[in-house]
């Protein structure tokens, strides 16, 4: 079954890598740095596991 939100008559189709561009050119243009990803050390032992770390 189809997401009744991505059929053309709900809207403009979003191209994700432009989306992506354009928001890459927009932080440039803001000055905003690019945060790491979270490195996960400060987990909870049953996080991990669950995690699969």
Excluded: C, F, H, W
């Excluded at 189709?13 to 990803?37: F, K, V």
Aim: proline letters at 2%; a positive charge.
């Amino acid at each position: 079954m189809t997401s009744k939100t991505s059929s053309t008559e709900a809207g403009t189709i979003i191209d994700m890598a432009e989306l992506g561009a354009r928001i890459a050119q927009r932080r440039a243009e803001l000055g905003l740095l690019d945060l790491p990803r979270n490195s996960g050390k400060n987990r909870t032992a049953s996080n991990r596991v669950a995690q699969g770390d």
